[in-house]
């Protein structure tokens, strides 16, 4: 009687260690990469854009390092908000906001990449937009990109006042911009000036009194950038 006693409870303790055991070993299994599959243990800059699918008409043709016409890719920028007059180029670079991978989770623009490139004015002058020009990888490589943003219309009336530095802080203001401002409201604290080309007419951005109109751009919203043609990531 004893005997079966104490084998019924080494045979207990045993499959107790053993259940453990395998709890264990399953919970060591986990990968960091199964655990990003959680979206909300994801830090917002590690968000992922997986280029679509090509159509499938001859898959032999289809380069899996290249990234389609037509895809967007997001991208960051260290200021707020950006202003510039409608006239205006300003060059300044973007940051790319998240992993763009193919379907085979190959990343072929790493987050942290650099876009460089201009905003300037649109065509039919109703606003400014994002053109990129060269791609910069993080080891430092670079290559040519065609790509361009929307096109961005809002217009922000800068009126002096004692709010008038509290509109501006943060914000990025191009050369043409700024001259433009000091003309009318004298010297004003700008945290950064862009580079730019020429003041533009100073008279179509004055809407009477001491007020200024200048296209606002919010680059972390409006300046995601559009492939213009296929690109090859070497």
Same mark, same amino acid.
Do not use: H
């Given at each position: 009687?004893?005997?079966?006693?104490?084998?019924?409870?080494?045979?207990?303790?045993?499959?107790?260690?053993?259940?453990?055991?395998?709890?264990?070993?399953?919970?060591?299994?986990?990968?960091?990469?199964?655990?990003? =599959?959680?979206?909300?243990?994801?830090?917002?800059?590690?968000?992922?854009?997986?280029?679509?699918?090509?159509?499938?008409?001859?898959?032999?043709?289809?380069?899996?390092?290249?990234?389609?016409?037509?895809?967007?890719?997001?991208?960051?920028?260290?200021?707020?908000?950006?202003?510039?007059?409608?006239?205006?180029?300003?060059?300044?670079?973007?940051?790319?906001?998240?992993?763009?991978?193919?379907?085979?989770?190959?990343? =072929?623009?790493?987050?942290?990449?650099?876009?460089?490139?201009?905003?300037?004015?649109?065509?039919?002058?109703?606003?400014?937009?994002?053109?990129?020009?060269?791609?910069?990888?993080?080891?430092?490589?670079?290559?040519?990109?065609?790509?361009?943003?929307?096109?961005?219309?809002?217009?922000?009336?800068?009126?002096?006042?004692?709010?008038?530095?509290?509109?501006?802080?943060?914000?990025?203001?191009?050369?043409?911009?700024?001259?433009?401002?000091?003309?009318?409201?004298?010297?004003?604290?700008?945290?950064?000036? =862009?580079?730019?080309?020429?003041?533009?007419?100073?008279?179509?951005?004055?809407?009477?009194?001491?007020?200024?109109?200048?296209?606002?751009?919010?680059?972390?919203?409006?300046?995601?950038?559009?492939?213009?043609?296929?690109?090859?990531?070497?």
């Amino acid at each position: 009687m004893f005997n079966a006693k104490y084998s019924k409870i080494t045979t207990s303790v045993f499959m107790t260690i053993t259940a453990t055991g395998a709890m264990f070993a399953n919970l060591a299994n986990i990968t960091p990469v199964q655990a990003q =599959l959680f979206p909300e243990q994801r830090p917002t800059r590690e968000r992922e854009y997986n280029p679509p699918r090509q159509p499938s008409i001859d898959q032999r043709s289809i380069d899996p390092n290249t990234i389609p016409r037509g895809f967007t890719i997001p991208v960051e920028y260290e200021k707020e908000k950006i202003l510039v007059t409608p006239e205006e180029t300003v060059p300044i670079t973007l940051t790319v906001a998240a992993n763009v991978r193919d379907s085979r989770r190959n990343t =072929l623009i790493p987050f942290g990449s650099e876009i460089m490139g201009q905003i300037e004015p649109s065509d039919d002058g109703s606003g400014s937009l994002f053109t990129a020009q060269e791609l910069v990888f993080p080891d430092g490589t670079t290559q040519f990109i065609d790509a361009t943003s929307n096109v961005v219309t809002r217009r922000e009336t800068i009126e002096e006042g004692a709010s008038t530095g509290d509109i501006l802080k943060g914000a990025a203001i191009g050369g043409a911009a700024a001259t433009v401002l000091a003309e009318v409201f004298g010297d004003i604290d700008v945290l950064e000036v =862009l580079g730019g080309a020429g003041a533009g007419a100073v008279a179509g951005l004055l809407l009477g009194g001491n007020k200024v109109e200048l296209v606002s751009i919010d680059p972390n919203n409006d300046l995601d950038l559009t492939l213009q043609s296929d690109l090859a990531v070497r």
